[in-house]
């Protein structure tokens, strides 16, 4: 079964600043979807960035972007130009591309992101 | 495009009672799936439903139910509810089972007591 760790349950940054947050996953498939998610206080879950295991390529998204290492099974989120709307839970996400029973999203704890201002 | 749509927003039951949760999808979308957030548990996987079959279930008791109509809506039912099933219940939807994101409702925040 996949797996999905985020090792930060805090994380604090200064407004302009860059911040990383980590994530890795454990699959033994060689193709699938990684994604971050935010949700701010009001809940609702947003699409930050996604990934494509198959694609060597970072994706990248305005301030955000990622550091896709497939052999290592890390995907990591850095934002750049850190702003007050940035202030959320973070959580990464693992979705199989495979055909059979398993297509749901298997999401780590998530980290939560304070902006300092 | 309207998003992911959930009703009600806010709900309190008490225990033994059952509860009915709704869901409308992004128009298009023909995948809803289920999940159940809580402060100990994270975001876990309740199940998942397309062209009104369920093609994907979670951990979770035959207590929580769910079903699919033909025009992708979707609701779950949780019934003998106990304090444990207090939770934000989140629908989310995707153009089919395998492919791309899931785009997220805002969610129904049951409370149990």
């Known amino acids: 079964a996949q797996t999905v760790t985020q090792s930060q349950p805090e994380m604090s940054v200064q407004e302009a600043e860059t911040v990383t947050l980590s994530c890795t996953y454990d699959?033994?498939?060689?193709?699938?979807?990684l994604f971050w998610y935010k949700q701010p206080p009001s809940r609702q879950m947003i699409l930050v960035i996604r990934q494509e295991a198959y694609k060597q390529q970072n994706a990248t998204e305005n301030r955000f972007s990622v550091n896709f290492q497939k052999a290592a099974k890390s995907f990591s989120l850095k934002i750049s130009d850190s702003q007050l709307g940035d202030a959320a839970m973070y959580f990464c996400?693992?979705?199989?591309?495979?055909?059979?029973?398993?297509?749901?999203?298997?999401f780590g704890k998530g980290t939560k992101l304070s902006v300092k201002p | 495009k309207a998003g992911v749509t959930q009703t009600p927003r806010y709900l309190i039951k008490t225990r033994g009672q059952q509860v009915t949760l709704s869901c409308s999808p992004i128009s298009g979308h023909r995948s809803v799936s289920w999940y159940q957030q809580t402060p100990g548990q994270g975001l876990q996987f309740l199940f998942e439903y397309f062209s009104e079959t369920q093609r994907n279930k979670g951990n979770f008791p035959g207590r929580f139910s769910g079903r699919q109509f033909s025009n992708s809506r979707s609701e779950m039912n949780v019934s003998t509810l106990e304090l444990g099933d207090s939770a934000l219940y989140l629908c989310?939807?995707?153009?089919?089972?395998?492919?791309?994101?899931?785009?997220f409702g805002e969610g129904s925040r049951l409370t149990v007591l």
């Open positions: 989310a939807s995707s153009l089919d089972l395998y492919t791309g994101e899931l785009f």
């Open positions: 996400a693992y979705r199989s591309t495979y055909g059979g029973s398993q297509g749901n999203l298997i």
């Open positions: 699959t033994s498939e060689s193709d699938y979807y």
